[in-house]
């Protein structure tokens, strides 16, 4: 049961231009939500997050976005650049959890 | 400063042996999280420790997985008898404080079981 999902396997942009990466989740109960960037290789870094008690989180070129009733979130980056080409996953935590539960992940591209 | 740092990075050993991966969170992170990736999967849980215990081991797949910590700072992974289905990346993330959301992950360690 994938509590946490991430439909689009791949997205591919030209630079300058918005990436929008989106995901949804089932578990009522997550009330932080977060993103994360990987390259090939490296461990995943974090991105930005967002509290459920927020609708909009921005942090230069990065802005989540939750719409709590249709149990999505969606990343923006803006202008896009090549060096944003990695894999983003989405993750959510609930209430004084400690695990984070994660998509399976967007390949993102950005081409030049 | 230093990051999470995994130990090997890469490991190749055959169906039915034992292995240990090694987790260096970062200095002063009390807690510390075991994942793992398999090949076009999101990362899974495996475990949580707080200091030296383990009160969230509700990921660890089987009886053949666990793992310690000692001093509050360095974690093992062990898995025994190693099946093909254990082949993945293995990754160790620290935080600051107990709930603390924001996870900084080590580059990890792929294990392949053959």
């Known amino acids: 049961d994938q509590q946490v999902k991430q439909n689009s396997p791949s997205l591919s942009v030209q630079e300058g231009r918005i990436s929008i990466l989106n995901c949804d989740y089932t578990n009522s109960m997550f009330d932080y939500f977060l993103w994360y960037k990987k390259y090939p290789a490296e461990g995943p870094t974090f991105l930005i997050s967002i509290s459920s008690i927020k609708d909009k989180n921005e942090d230069g070129r990065f802005t989540v976005f939750l719409n709590k009733s249709a149990k999505h979130l969606s990343l923006h980056i803006v202008p896009s650049q090549p060096g944003d080409s990695a894999v983003y996953f989405c993750?959510?935590?609930?209430?004084?959890?400690?695990?984070?539960?994660f998509g399976a992940g967007t390949i993102l591209r950005v081409k030049s | 400063g230093a990051g999470v740092s995994q130990s090997p990075s890469n490991k190749v050993t055959e169906k039915g042996k034992d292995v240990e991966l090694r987790c260096d969170p970062i200095?002063?992170?009390?807690?510390l999280y075991w994942y793992r990736q398999s090949l076009g999967q999101g990362l899974e849980f495996l475990i949580y420790?707080?200091?030296?215990?383990?009160?969230?081991k509700s990921g660890l797949p089987s009886d053949r997985f666990s793992a310690e910590r000692t001093g509050g700072s360095v974690s093992t992974l062990t898995i025994q008898r190693t099946q093909q289905e254990d082949s993945a990346v293995y990754l160790c993330a620290s935080s600051l404080a107990r709930y603390s959301y924001e996870q900084y992950f080590g580059p990890g360690t792929r294990l392949t079981v053959t």
């Open positions: 420790f707080q200091g030296n215990s383990a009160p969230d």
């Open positions: 993750a959510a935590s609930a209430m004084g959890g400690n695990k984070l539960v």
């Open positions: 200095s002063g992170h009390t807690a």
